[in-house]
DNA sequence: GCGGATCAC
DNA sequence: TATGGTGATCCGC
């Protein structure tokens, strides 16, 4: 019998130059064409927060090198003491290595806390409802704002310069005259007057500026007062120069037209400076092309490391290789990547109302979400059991409170009478002080799915409009339960806050909130995710199909003649419902896609990136071929085929090997990928369903005798270790060859690359158990998993083999 | 719903 | 280079 290999000719180039659609370019034109470049976005970031709050308080410190924090882990620190390579986020013991005389003082969290209030004191003016974030960050939308402040008279816009500071601490002022000039110290340095009446730095000089002569400066300062344009940049910059009279502290910010961007900004001028990107496409891409992935907010070391062995280095790296991402990375994962790498982002911040805090009128609002919230529900035919309050009072420290029921709500009744308890708990925990809220929000979550609605939940389908689910159903009764969902009530709301929160729930027992006051709609960044689920695959689905020579059953691993999938499918449909029964809810023939049939396995996408980083790829992936085993990944079909699994394992007692299941999990998945690849003819049809046997035991095992699944001898010894010594060596072979020849061929190669640890593991290596090994494969990385044996183990393994 | 992993601060 | 503590979020179980 011959196993084929499905090969995914996966060049990045080809994807974006040919006509064939993938997913991920279905999904950039649809991000494209919601592209909202609108909104004005500012980013406003404290430089070096908690370090200045001291050096302000005790200005001895800025002539020191200092560091704020404890032993354990200093907070930040300043000029000098970063001379001394003393740097934020660095244990103190360390710091006091490198810089004996260091100062480090002890964090004063409520002094920050009242500083961080009289930022926003001033920040609440410029956007009522602006996000802060900790306690030196803050995100506002001030596009409002500026279409009102064009028309307000310069009075409106004027600032008196105090030259002496008002710190409520009383302490020596800090915003003197004489630092209102220039200031050798460029961590510190305050603004300079110029002749349009705005302020510069130092750092950051605006080029149709110029440098006023002393004299000048003295003079303007004279005139002790600022006034500021009505632009952008001059609202951020007046935002900024109140924030350093009012703190004397300076603040670094970014403007764009949404806020991953602002944030990016924001970090392009600091300390003390700001930047914008005019809100065209151009402007905005011209910033993120060359940008590094580690400036995007939400790409940290984990996940630049993972992108950095794809070859993935900037922005634009990020997008030519949106089709590569698309298979390795979950969906919320990659979606991230493809708007990053098109400089899109959010522009909602979260509504905040002015304080509540009587009783009366809490519970007057919590209904009046519980009635808003109910009525959403309803209209989406949806119930739940865990009900969440969501309180932030006016410090702007947020609460969560949840409550799960036996029997799932969905009626305004029944869900304020949840909330209200859980309300009145918080009430009474601050007692006899009010409740001083600036936001609440109830969230419904833990929906009962398709098959529970059946019996649970008639009077809402009957509640439901003729022709809303019901409509789905019989138009596409191949559809799965969630599709259903998601198409019924795409139609019928489309603009409801249910599209946006879709798009990111992807299962039935995600949540939705209602935060009030309401948030704006928005539908942009839910579009694509809604409706390209059909199109996505209908594309792969036909597109794709033709790259294929044949397609393999990966249940039985029969060849099968017709390369239609559905047909295929269908076949694989048979064999599990060979030995399991049928889910009807799950698989379905027609759901699923090529791609989702043959995307990659968790364990194989994680092999990827050490296959990538261990062949040290600096050659982009574009160049690469992707090779994938006709494997059993399908979401559905995976979670059947494991059922399978376990059935049969259960049943057959191979107890040749002795090692635990457990510890072996990866290296029978390979080893069965192996032999598909390697060594088809001894993979017999009803072997394929050992996956959690141990890894011999299928293809190798023929009357008690091993058979080395890659060279297909017969070994004469029956010690384990000896034989997966010979196994190593078997497949090691191919490495070197593999990487002589420098085929650069990531899953091939990684399958190779993971039956060394099936030699590792004959030797008394102890791998991964199956629990940490598959968690969370849209962000695997060797380096995440820290918890069992390292990777480093096996490439130990080839450098010894090539020693 | 929980716990692990990642990220931001 | 490691190194901390917390909270949010994602993800798999």
């Not at 000039?181 to 080029?207: C, G, R, W, Y």
Request: proline residues 4%; hydrophobic residues 30%; contains cysteine.
């Amino acid at each position: 019998m011959t196993v084929h290999v499905v090969r995914a000719h996966l060049t990045g180039m080809d994807m974006s130059n040919t006509s064939r659609r993938t997913t991920a370019d279905k999904l950039v034109l649809e991000l494209e064409q919601s592209r909202d470049l609108s909104c004005t976005i500012v980013h406003i970031d404290m430089d070096a927060f908690y370090a200045a709050v001291e050096m302000r308080d005790n200005p001895e410190l800025k002539e020191k090198p200092i560091a704020v924090g404890s032993m354990s882990m200093l907070s930040t620190s300043n000029y000098h003491a970063r001379r001394f390579g003393v740097r934020a986020a660095m244990p103190g013991f360390i710091a006091k290595k490198l810089c004996p005389h260091l100062t480090i003082v002890p964090l004063n969290f409520k002094k920050y806390e009242e500083v961080s209030k009289e930022v926003r004191e001033i920040l609440v003016e410029y956007d009522p409802s602006f996000m802060p974030i900790g306690l030196d960050e803050a995100y506002l939308n001030i596009t409002e704002y500026l279409e009102e402040r064009q028309n307000w008279p310069e009075d409106k816009r004027s600032y008196f310069i105090k030259r002496e500071n008002t710190a409520k601490n009383g302490k020596q002022d800090v915003t003197a005259p004489s630092e209102l000039k220039l200031n050798e110290d460029a961590h510190s340095s305050s603004p300079i007057l110029f002749e349009d009446n705005t302020f510069i730095t130092e750092e950051q000089p605006v080029a149709t500026s110029h440098l006023y002569t002393e004299e000048q400066r003295d003079q303007e300062l004279l005139l002790n007062s600022v006034v500021f344009g009505t632009s952008a940049e001059e609202v951020v910059k007046e935002i900024r120069f109140r924030i350093e009279q009012k703190t004397g502290l300076t603040a670094s910010a970014g403007i764009a037209p949404n806020m991953t961007l602002a944030k990016m900004c924001s970090d392009q001028n600091k300390p003390n400076g700001q930047y914008r990107i005019s809100p065209d496409r151009q402007s905005v891409m011209d910033f993120i092309k060359d940008l590094p992935i580690r400036k995007v907010p939400g790409i940290g070391k984990v996940t630049e490391k993972m992108l950095k062995a794809l070859g993935i280095l900037t922005c634009n790296e990020l997008y030519q290789q949106r089709t590569l991402l698309s298979l390795l990375f979950s969906e919320t994962s990659w979606h991230n990547f493809l708007d990053v790498s098109l400089g899109l982002g959010s522009m909602d911040l979260e509504k905040t109302f002015s304080e509540i805090n009587t009783v009366e009128e809490q519970y007057r609002l919590c209904q009046e979400l519980c009635r808003d919230l109910a009525q959403d529900l309803q209209k989406e035919g949806l119930k739940g059991k865990t009900v969440t309050l969501k309180l932030k009072n006016v410090n702007f420290e947020v609460k969560t409170r949840a409550s799960t029921v036996l029997s799932a709500v969905s009626t305004e009744e029944e869900i304020f009478a949840v909330a209200k308890d859980m309300l009145r708990t918080e009430i009474d925990g601050v007692a006899p002080h009010p409740l001083r809220l600036r936001l609440m929000g109830i969230r419904v979550s833990g929906f009962l799915n398709e098959e529970e609605k059946k019996y649970q939940q008639r009077s809402i389908i009957n509640f439901l409009k003729p022709g809303k689910q019901a409509n789905a159903s019989l138009l596409q009764p191949g559809k799965s339960s969630h599709e259903h969902f998601t198409k019924a009530s795409e139609t019928s709301h489309r603009e409801s806050f249910f599209d946006k929160k879709r798009a990111a729930r992807q299962q039935s027992n995600q949540e939705l909130l209602i935060n009030k006051p309401a948030n704006k709609q928005n539908s942009h960044d839910i579009k694509s995710s809604v409706n390209t689920m059909e199109e996505t695959n209908d594309a792969i689905g036909s597109e794709n199909l033709n790259e294929c020579h044949s397609l393999t059953c990966p249940v039985c691993f029969k060849e099968q003649r017709d390369s239609d999938l559905e047909a295929l499918n269908r076949h694989i449909d048979k064999c599990l419902n060979g030995t399991l029964v049928k889910d009807n809810a799950e698989i379905s023939t027609s759901e699923n896609s090529w791609e989702n049939a043959y995307h990659f396995s968790p364990d194989n996408k994680k092999k990827i990136f050490e296959m990538c980083q261990k062949n040290k790829m600096n050659k982009s992936v574009d160049t690469v071929q992707l090779t994938e085993v006709a494997d059993n990944s399908t979401s559905s079909n995976t979670e059947a085929f494991h059922k399978v699994v376990a059935n049969t394992s259960k049943e057959r007692e191979h107890s040749l090997l002795s090692e635990t299941a457990s510890n072996m999990y990866l290296e029978q998945n390979f080893s069965s990928k192996i032999i598909s690849l390697e060594n088809a003819e001894h993979f017999e049809k009803s072997e394929c369903t050992q996956e959690t046997q141990p890894s011999y035991s299928s293809g190798a095992i023929r009357d008690n005798v091993l058979v080395c699944p890659v060279c297909n001898v017969e070994q004469k010894t029956t010690d384990l270790s000896l034989f997966n010594r010979h196994v190593d060596v078997c497949l090691n072979k191919g490495i070197i060859q593999e990487l002589t020849e420098q085929i650069v061929c990531p899953v091939k190669s990684q399958i190779m690359e993971n039956s060394k640890s099936v030699g590792s593991m004959g030797r008394g290596h102890q791998y991964m158990n199956p629990t940490t090994g598959t968690k969370r494969p849209g962000l695997m990385t060797p380096q995440s998993t820290p918890k069992k044996a390292k990777p480093s183990t096996s490439k130990q393994t080839i450098e010894t083999f090539l020693k």
